[in-house]
């Protein structure tokens, strides 16, 4: 596998993949980390672990589509075949989205598909879970389509919501399991353990275990 991610924040679900691979527990070659945000603390990760990097600013293209091409070409350099988005805040092209078809991976920070959608991402996600005062919540790993969070579902865990949460205390308790749930997402399609049928992720018997 190899893997591009995708960041445009402090970058701790890149982390937790860049730590499975070291670990052999990640049979993937860290082949490109990304970012729309030059200041992104991904980026610095990567750099950490000498793993190449690129930057790539909407702002910069005409619109979606140019935008789109350079991703695609940034991917294509790379000899990326597998895609990670991991707290990368925008919507990725149609273009790109059919070229890495179910080999395109998001995490989210809700059970979806409660909580999910456009305009419900990072702080925001939590703050609705806390509104609306929900029991449970968790992480989801789902393959990307054309929408916001509708994708195929890979992996879910559930996490509790406890009475004296805030948004941080709920974010930080959801990252935890963020950290474990997105590397055993990976390891799936490393393994080539999963097929996709329709809108259901199918998982080979001997791949089945916490999260599926
Ligand atoms: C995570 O909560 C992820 O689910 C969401 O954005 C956050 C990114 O955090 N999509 P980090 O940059 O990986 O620390």
Do not use: C
């Not at 419900?120 to 789902?142: I, K, Q």
């Not at 308790?173 to 950290?179: A, G, K, N, P």
């Not at 997402?185 to 080979?204: C, D, Q, Y």
């Amino acid at each position: 596998m190899h893997l591009a991610v995708l960041a445009s924040g402090g970058g701790s679900n890149l982390q937790a993949i860049l730590d499975a691979i070291a670990s052999g527990d990640l049979a993937a070659t860290p082949a490109l980390v990304l970012s729309d945000r030059p200041e992104a603390g991904a980026l610095g990760r990567a750099r950490r672990h000498g793993v190449p990097t690129a930057v790539v600013r909407p702002a910069d293209y005409a619109g979606p589509e140019a935008f789109g091409e350079t991703l695609l070409s940034e991917l294509t350099r790379h000899e990326v075949d597998h895609v990670a988005l991991a707290g990368f805040m925008r919507h990725i092209p149609a273009g790109v989205v059919a070229a890495y078809r179910h080999r395109m991976l998001n995490i989210h920070p809700s059970l979806l598909p409660a909580f999910g959608g456009k305009g419900l991402y990072g702080r925001r996600v939590h703050e609705a879970v806390l509104a609306y005062g929900v029991r449970w919540t968790g992480a989801t790993v789902h393959l990307v389509d054309e929408e916001y969070d509708t994708g195929p579902i890979v992996l879910q865990e559930p996490v509790p919501v406890l009475p004296a949460d805030t948004p941080e205390t709920l974010a930080s308790r959801v990252l935890q399991t963020e950290h474990r749930l997105y590397p055993a997402a990976l390891r799936l399609f490393a393994s080539g353990g999963v097929r996709v049928e329709g809108r259901n992720v199918v998982i080979a018997e001997n791949e089945r275990g916490a999260g599926s």
